[in-house]
Each structure stands twice: as C-alpha cells, then as structure tokens.
C-alpha cells in the first residue's frame, strides 16, 4: 500500500488552522523555534526489519492481521510509516530473518520510498536450519573452535549482505553467557569474544563501523559475556577505532543511570549506536517514552550535549527496537517515533549556557529549575510544524487511522499473516 501525498494534503488542510494558532503560541514562549525544527526534519531512525509484526512472549502470539509476509512487504510498511512522518527514512535489517531475494529490486523499492539501509544485524543466538554447529552454548566465545569459526563466518556473510545494499554498519549482539555458576569460565568466555570480534573487525570496510550491543541478562539468566557498557567498550577499544558500543535503553538493569553511561561514551568516542524502547522491569521492549518519558529527556540531554560537544564521537546509528504485544505494530512505533521527537525538541530547548553556570556556581536548584523548563515546554507544535514542512502529516496518528490503512493492508495481505522474526 502506498500513501497518497494528496491524502496526506488534505489531513494538514483540516489541521493546519489550529496547529497554526498553537505554533505561534510556543514561538512566542521560546523565542527562536527554525533552528529547532531543521534538526528535527534531520532526525531520521531507523526501523528494524522485526518489528514491523505483532510481537509476542513465549506465552503467546496475538496477530492482528495485515502483517508483512515478505521484505518486500516490511519494506512498504516502513514507507507507510516515512511517508506519514518523514522520520523513518532507514530500514535495519536481521538477518538472517531478512535475507534479500533480488537485491536490485529490494535497493529500486527501498529508494523509491525513500529508504536507506541502515546498520545490518547479525543473528548468532538461534540455530539455523541445516547449520552444521549450534550455539546453545554460545557463539563468539564457545568453547568450540568450529562454532565460533560458524559464529564469525555468519558475521562476514552479513556484511557481505550489507555491502550489496549500501549498509554501513554491522550490529552485534550476542546472547552468549551461562544459565549456572560455574558453567562458563568467566575470563575464556571474554576472551574468546574478543578474538572472534577482532576477526569480524579486520573484515570491516574501511568506511563501516561495527556496533557492539551490550545486556544484562535474557536468554542468559545467570552471566552474559557482553553484560554491561564497560565490557562493550572494552572490547571496542580493543578492535580498533571503527568500533563502537550500542546503547539500547532496554538492557540495563533497574535503575542504572543510562544518561551517565551515554555521555561518557561520547566523551570517549566511542558511542556509535542507540536502540530506543521503554521499560519497567527488564528488557521490556515498550513504546518508546510509555513508561519513563522524563529518563528519556534526560538521556537525551546528554545525547544532544555530546553532540554539540564531542565531535570526537560520531554521527549515531539511531533505531526502535521496540516489541508490539498488543497494539498496532504501526501505530505504536508512530507512537514511538513521536516520542523521540518529543524528547530530543526538549533537549534542544535546555539552556545549556544558563546550565552551565548554575552548575558552576553550584545552585542545585537553578539547575534542576532550567532542565524541567525545557522538559515541562509543549514542543509538540514543533514537530508538527516540521512534519507540514516537509509534507509529513500534521498528526500522523490520525492520517494513519483515517486513511484506513491497517483495514487496507488486511484486504491486500490478509487477517492471518505472520511477519517473520522473533
Ligand atoms: C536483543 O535483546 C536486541 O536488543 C538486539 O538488538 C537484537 O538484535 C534485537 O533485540 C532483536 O532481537
Ligand atoms: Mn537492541
């Protein structure tokens, strides 16, 4: 299905009255709003190939129909979605859950929907049909010679794969770890990771990065190799300087300060990639801004604070990683992507200089008065008004409704269809 820019017109005719009056509302509260709304027309985030299906937890599965069966298809829905918001123009591909077909087609499709590839994600935590090791055991640090050699090899054939469609970054994330004390020695594990990663780094592109995914726990429930930032940057330093650590807000444990861990990556040059979604307990993998809007804010004022700052980081590999349970898997990562928006137009409006002093002179209170100014400010007129700019819908959500098109996808697809991946 493709949306029809005129339909989209006609949603911004019945809105634009109204969101008007707003805006110059909100420019009057903060003075200077075009700056503000360019970098959020340049805001772009990447959706991965799994999560365009309902997702669902080892207790059950509720599709909801319309779901893309094909890439192809999962490549139209994040057309859907960029030509509602103008914010999705990337796709991150899993493989090998989304192995291309016809390569020239999938790059003439994407393109014409306006679609890059972003990073490309290898997959060494489930057995492949006919795959001639396993990794029960793990992967990149098994005991075996042979599955970390299939484990590396996999890693290869991905960037390979990127390669042909103009990717510029390989994911790693390893569900390597122990189920019981004493199952794993700790230190051959980490080092038999770091050996197998370097062999994945010297395979590297010159103008890629490899991105390295750290998590607490899950599929492992008792140790993980690659636990926490520190591990992950440990093991970027030791492959060199095209590689990175991944932050995804998901995989920290209760309470950790994820704003601290972001910002001194960046001051080390070393943050090269963000998974967004939400959380209560664990790895939750929720609406982005659903549970912990103000987290969000914070962190991203660091993000955009290492930005400004640190040009000895580089440009981000944003993305969702985002799960749907229960609701419209589009509507919830438009839900999302507004979210983020939300969340870096706030960030944009921290005084940073009015900050610094507070800081400086050590008044907690002025420095807690100027962050919540910025977080309690509606910018919502914002990212509308950057959305009409570049022929976005004022409301996405509500296009998305009016236009009928999960109803749509369903009579084009069908009610009982299930997208690939987890
Ligand atoms: C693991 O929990 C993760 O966050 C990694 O990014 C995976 O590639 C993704 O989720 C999908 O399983
Ligand atoms: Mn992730």
């Excluded at 319309?66 to 057309?79: A, C, H, M, T, W």
């Excluded at 008792?222 to 520190?230: F, K, L, R």
């Excluded at 704003?259 to 979604?277: A, P």
Aim: hydrophobic share 40%; proline share 4%.
């Amino acid at each position: 299905m493709l949306i029809d820019s005129n339909k989209i017109a006609l949603h911004n005719e019945d809105l634009i009255k109204s969101h008007t009056n707003k805006l110059v509302f909100t420019a009057s509260e903060i003075g200077e709003t075009e700056s503000i709304i360019q970098k959020l027309i340049d805001f772009q985030i990447a959706i991965p190939s799994w999560a365009l299906g309902t997702g669902g937890t080892r207790f059950g599965r509720f599709p909801g129909g319309g779901e893309p069966r094909s890439l192809e298809q999962k490549i139209e829905d994040v057309g859907i979605l960029h030509a509602l918001t103008q914010t999705a123009g990337a796709v991150s591909l899993h493989i090998p859950w989304d192995v291309p077909e016809d390569y020239n087609a999938i790059k003439q499709l994407a393109s014409s929907l306006d679609i890059k590839f972003d990073a490309v994600n290898s997959n060494t935590f489930q057995d492949q049909k006919n795959a001639k090791e396993s990794y029960k055991y793990g992967s990149l640090s098994n005991t075996s010679e042979a599955v970390r050699q299939q484990a590396i090899q996999h890693n290869l054939d991905v960037i390979n794969i990127g390669n042909k469609l103009g990717s510029k970054s390989l994911t790693v994330w390893l569900a390597d770890g122990s189920c019981f004390p004493g199952q794993n020695n700790f230190q051959t594990a980490l080092q038999n990771t770091e050996n197998s990663l370097k062999d994945i780094y010297k395979a590297l592109p010159n103008d890629w990065k490899m991105l390295i995914e750290y998590k607490p726990y899950e599929p492992n429930f008792y140790s993980t190799v690659i636990q926490d930032w520190g591990t992950s940057f440990m093991l970027a330093n030791a492959c060199g300087e095209k590689a990175y650590s991944l932050v995804d807000l998901g995989h920290h444990l209760p309470n950790s300060n994820i704003e601290q861990i972001v910002s001194i990556l960046m001051l080390k040059g070393k943050l090269g990639g963000f998974h967004f979604n939400d959380s209560k307990y664990g790895d939750d993998d929720l609406t982005v801004g659903s549970i912990k809007p103000y987290a969000l804010f914070l962190i991203f004022n660091e993000l955009v604070y290492g930005m400004q700052n640190n040009p000895q980081n580089p440009d981000l590999a944003w993305m969702i990683d985002a799960s749907h349970n229960i609701k419209d898997p589009l509507e919830d990562l438009i839900q999302s992507l507004e979210a983020i928006q939300e969340a870096y137009a706030k960030a944009l409006l921290v005084d940073q200089n009015e900050l610094k002093s507070a800081q400086q002179e050590n008044d907690v209170v002025k420095c807690q008065e100027v962050l919540q100014a910025a977080y309690r400010t509606d910018v919502r007129p914002l990212l509308q008004e950057a959305r009409l700019k570049i022929g976005a819908a004022i409301n996405p959500l509500q296009a998305y409704r009016s236009l009928n098109v999960r109803e749509e996808l369903i009579k084009e697809r069908g009610k009982h269809t299930v997208a690939t991946g987890l």
